[in-house]
């Protein structure tokens, strides 16, 4: 999450059945409005390509930030603008669950009804948590990272394939969470692993993940789709995929080498 210095409420002058239209309106364009990096922003930008949505990423600069000119309701990213072509109005969507959940909502990646639909949320929120706690328990950690990565490597993340295996098996190994068709919750894993792959200690946490049948299948389906696929070729892709490993380059132990902790 970035801080921002300038802040605005979800009320700008609309009425509620305004912004309504706008979010039913079937030709919106959508802009998301993030770092120039992977992080929370990922799985929106996944679902959009996916989508075929009219949409544009926007980077915001940092003398923008310091001068208050990027207003958001908790003066933190993600931030989605819908427009709407018909009414001439935009409506604002903050923090990174929202958006992901309304992306998904409006591009059928929520399952055929109710039942499937908060499946497929509580899966999402599981491992979207994991990512949460895997920032500030093994990236940024005020404690003995190397001790903190060990546990991780160890004991959390065996845990965590175990859990989604047990998942994926009951849904008939086929590669995806629910049903027969891609989900939140199988593009949701693979930003996940998407993630890992641009931290300093990849090859250790990515190890136990590509060992797993079940896993490296979702991650198959997911990248085989054309328009993820596409968009993960594009230049804006390579260049929030570049960011990340950037911002990540200092989180790992002091003295740490890849798979020096496995002995």
Do not use: C
Not at 2 to 8: C, D, F, G, I, Y
Not at 24 to 44: E, H
Not at 156 to 181: C, M, T
């Amino acid at each position: 999450m970035a801080t921002l210095r300038a802040q605005r409420p979800y009320f700008t002058g609309n009425t509620s059945e305004e912004n309504a239209q706008v979010l039913a309106d079937p030709n919106p364009t959508y802009k998301l409005m993030y770092l120039d990096i992977g992080s929370v922003g990922a799985t929106a930008r996944d679902i959009l390509a996916f989508g075929k949505a009219n949409w544009s990423n926007y980077v915001p600069n940092e003398k923008d930030w310091n001068d208050g000119k990027i207003p958001a309701p908790f003066k933190v990213l993600p931030v989605l603008t819908v427009s709407s072509p018909s009414n001439g109005k935009e409506v604002v969507i903050s923090e990174s669950v929202p958006v992901d959940h309304f992306l998904a909502k409006r591009f059928n990646l929520l399952g055929n009804n109710e039942w499937e639909e908060y499946t497929i949320k509580a899966v999402y929120n599981n491992i979207h948590h994991f990512r949460e706690r895997s920032i500030t328990t093994m990236s940024y950690t005020f404690g003995d990272k190397r001790h903190r990565l060990e546990h991780y490597l160890k004991v959390v993340i065996p845990n965590f394939i175990g859990d989604h295996e047990f998942h994926l098996k009951a849904n008939g190994s086929n590669g995806h969470y629910l049903g027969d068709k891609l989900s939140l919750a199988d593009i949701h894993l693979v930003s996940l692993m998407g993630h890992f792959l641009t931290l300093p200690v990849a090859e250790d946490v990515m190890a136990p993940f590509k060992k797993s049948e079940l896993i490296m299948k979702v991650r198959d389906r997911v990248e085989a789709n054309p328009e993820i696929a596409a968009w993960r070729k594009s230049e804006d892709w390579k260049r929030f995929n570049a960011g990340s490993i950037a911002l990540y380059a200092d989180s790992a132990p002091p003295g740490y080498k890849q798979a020096a902790l496995e002995g």
